[in-house]
């Protein structure tokens, strides 16, 4: 996602009126995750809606609630941005009933806590962890949340590849209510008995754990 400048959030601060998709997104992040599986525009319009609060926010009323809030970092696409999102609130439906700007706010943290900017897609992980197996693997030890959601963020990238050219494709995809930590402690479990893996990047050795212990093929 390319970044607004600054006086665009400004501007966009300023305004008082919400937008039509803004005014007719579900008050619920439940709701609102299903909503995206109809309307990607109006689901993604909310997303930069609630991004750009946060950027506002920052720069111009920087209390408690906005420094604890992260907008979407620098580099990462838009259609990526909304997959991500949507698939982590998917899967954590305890935040079905928080507030739609809440659980996107939640999300946008949790996936890729804080960082301003993504630098490559085999730089580091979306967490800022190390991109590499092996390294990634000392890094879970202590950064458990951050390595289950980096695990996660995997997940959902294969899951938003389905039916496009993307090397993540063909992988195969865990059960869809599988929850995040059993995800994460399965995937690393068998990253860890095997390691002819943990030279490659995480997004392959992830993909190759999930296709070992849910195989599709």
């Known amino acids: 996602m390319a970044k607004w400048p600054v006086w665009l959030v400004l501007g966009a601060s ?23 599986s109809s309307d990607a525009k109006q689901c993604f319009s909310k997303i930069q809606s609630v991004d750009v609060g946060i950027m506002a926010g920052a720069l111009w009323a920087p209390n408690a609630k906005h420094k604890a809030a992260c907008p979407i970092p620098d580099g990462v696409e838009d259609d990526t941005a909304r997959a991500l999102i949507v698939g982590w609130l998917g899967r954590h439906p305890e935040t079905a009933n928080l507030d739609t700007d809440a659980g996107i706010t939640l999300a946008i943290k949790q996936i890729w806590s804080c960082r301003l900017a993504i630098a ?22 202590t950064r458990r949340n951050s390595c289950y959601n980096d695990i996660l963020v995997v997940d959902l990238s ?7 050219d993307s090397p993540l494709a063909s992988h195969c995809q865990p059960p869809p ?5 059993a995800l994460g ?6 990253l860890g008995k095997h390691p002819e893996t943990h030279g490659l990047k995480i997004n392959d050795s992830v993909a190759a754990a999930i296709d ?6």
Do not use: M, N
């Open 158 to 164: 294969i899951l938003a590849s389905q039916g496009v």
């Open 120 to 141: 490559g897609a085999d730089a580091k992980t979306p967490s800022g962890g190390p991109s590499r197996t092996a390294d990634f693997l000392g890094y879970c030890k």
């Open 185 to 190: 402690a399965k995937v690393l479990d068998w």
């Open 212 to 217: 070992a212990t849910w195989p599709c093929h």
């Open 14 to 36: 300023l305004l008082s009126a919400p937008s039509a998709a803004e005014a007719q997104a579900p008050a619920k992040t439940g709701e609102f995750v299903k909503l995206c």
């Open 177 to 181: 209510d599988i929850a995040t930590e």
